[in-house]
């Protein structure tokens, strides 16, 4: 069964999804050093509300920039992968580009490299990373995919509406289902630009909710499923995944 959650960006955020009851949160992970400031507090959340924990990585910075990223980006995530492991979570999300569209076969084949890089210390340390699509489509991800066996996808379904004519779900769903290993759901109308990612709660928009949640109860889906909704939004938002998703597990992973 699909398992609901709520995305948790600051420490008050994880507040306030644990008490409104759901079983885990998605939290930021963002720097190393911070993140081990905050170990003794987020552990302390995890027992008091009963939750488990996913992470979300932090932006790569210049998408371009390979020696940048190979210097800086990919210990920084190791670092948080470290840290993930002693937070007892076991499934991150990572952004990191690779739209053919408009980077270069070189500037993929070079990206490749340092995701699975960042792909084999995850997997060593029993953390499945999973990279989520932001303006790509199912083609780009496959190349990444198909090169590193251990690396799953989170699906970002509001993602899935900018720059793009029809929701990109669909093809994601149906060339690369078996790589899904998570899930983002918000609404928005569309656009082409960061300040159309609206997040908005699930029926706010024109994503077709129940068209590609009826994909994914087709193919069986039953992991995680995280809303990328403010916490005021996030019940009229499950209620919608329950109607659209049926067989939701209240409970834990």
């Not at 190791?78 to 990191?96: M, N, P, R, W, Y």
Request: glycine fraction near 8%; include cysteine.
């Amino acid at each position: 069964m699909a398992i609901i959650g709520g995305r948790a960006h600051t420490i008050e955020q994880i507040h306030e999804v644990g008490k409104l009851g759901y079983p885990f949160a998605e939290i930021s992970l963002y720097d190393p050093v911070e993140t081990r400031g905050q170990m003794a507090e987020l552990l302390n959340l995890k027992e008091r509300y009963g939750l488990f924990y996913l992470a979300h990585y932090p932006n790569e910075g210049n998408p371009a920039n390979v020696d940048a990223l190979g210097k800086k980006f990919v210990p920084k995530v190791k670092a948080l992968v470290d840290l993930t492991c002693e937070l007892g979570i076991s499934k991150a999300t990572l952004h990191f580009w690779i739209d053919k569209r408009w980077a270069t076969p070189e500037l993929i084949s070079a990206k490749i490299d340092l995701l699975s890089d960042m792909v084999g210390h995850a997997t060593e340390k029993n953390v499945m990373l999973c990279l989520e699509n932001l303006s790509e489509h199912y083609d780009s991800f496959a190349l990444a995919l198909d090169a590193i066996p251990d690396l799953r996808m989170t699906l970002d379904i509001g993602h899935a509406q900018l720059l793009s004519k029809e929701n990109t779900s669909f093809d994601f769903i149906e060339h690369l289902y078996h790589k899904i290993g998570h899930i983002h759901v918000h609404d928005n109308f569309g656009g082409t630009s960061v300040k159309d990612d609206l997040h908005l709660p699930l029926g706010d928009g024109v994503v077709d909710f129940p068209k590609i949640f009826s994909m994914l109860r087709a193919r069986g889906y039953g992991s995680t499923v995280t809303m990328e909704v403010k916490p005021p939004d996030m019940l009229g938002t499950k209620e919608k995944i329950e109607r659209y998703l049926p067989g939701v597990s209240p409970g834990a992973a």
